[in-house]
C-alpha cells in the first residue's frame, strides 16, 4: 500500500506483518527524547505503540489509547482488548512477542533506530521461519 499521506488514509485492512512494517518506519521519525519504554504514555513519552496510536494510519486501522483524556493512564486498545492483549491482536504476534519487542526489558529509552531494528529483525526472523 502506497502512504500519500500521513492526513489522508486510504481505506485498507492491513495484516500485522505490515503493520509491523510500518511501526519500524514511523518509530524512526520519533525524537529520541520522546520514546520510552516505561509506561505506555505519560510526561511527553511514550513506548512505540502509544505514539502509533496517535497517528491516522494505525488509527484507520483501529489502535486507539483507551483513557486518552487522561494520558498518565491510558492504554493500547484494539477491538475490545486493552495492554498487551490489544498489542498482540493488533500486531498479529503473541502477547510473549509483544512484551519482547515493546517492553522494557532490553532497555528502557532506546533509541528509534534501535527499536525499528528489533522490529525488522523480528520480522526477517519470522519470514526465514
Known amino acids: 500500500m502506497l502512504l500519500t499521506?500521513?492526513?489522508?488514509?486510504?481505506?485498507?485492512?492491513?495484516?500485522?506483518?505490515?503493520?509491523?512494517?510500518?511501526?519500524?518506519?514511523?518509530?524512526e521519525t520519533l525524537p529520541p527524547e520522546r520514546l520510552s519504554l516505561t509506561r505506555w504514555f505519560?510526561?511527553?513519552?511514550?513506548?512505540?505503540?502509544a505514539w502509533a496510536a496517535s497517528d491516522p494510519w494505525f488509527?484507520?486501522?483501529?489502535l486507539r489509547l483507551e483513557s486518552s483524556d487522561n494520558l498518565a493512564e491510558c492504554?493500547?486498545?484494539?477491538?475490545?482488548?486493552?495492554d498487551w492483549a490489544a498489542v498482540a491482536s493488533f500486531f498479529e504476534i503473541t502477547a510473549q512477542d509483544a512484551q519482547h519487542l515493546f517492553g522494557g526489558a532490553r532497555g528502557l529509552s532506546p533509541a528509534p533506530a534501535?527499536?525499528?531494528g528489533r522490529i525488522r529483525a523480528f520480522l526477517?526472523?519470522?519470514?526465514?521461519?
Open 5 to 27: 499521506s500521513r492526513m489522508r488514509v486510504e481505506t485498507h485492512v492491513a495484516t500485522g506483518r505490515e503493520r509491523l512494517h510500518m511501526l519500524a518506519d514511523f518509530v
Open 42 to 49: 505519560g510526561f511527553g513519552k511514550g513506548c512505540a505503540v
Open 59 to 62: 488509527r484507520a486501522q483501529g
Open 75 to 82: 492504554r493500547p486498545e484494539f477491538k475490545d482488548r486493552t
Open 114 to 116: 534501535a527499536l525499528a
Open 124 to 129: 526477517a526472523e519470522r519470514a526465514a521461519a
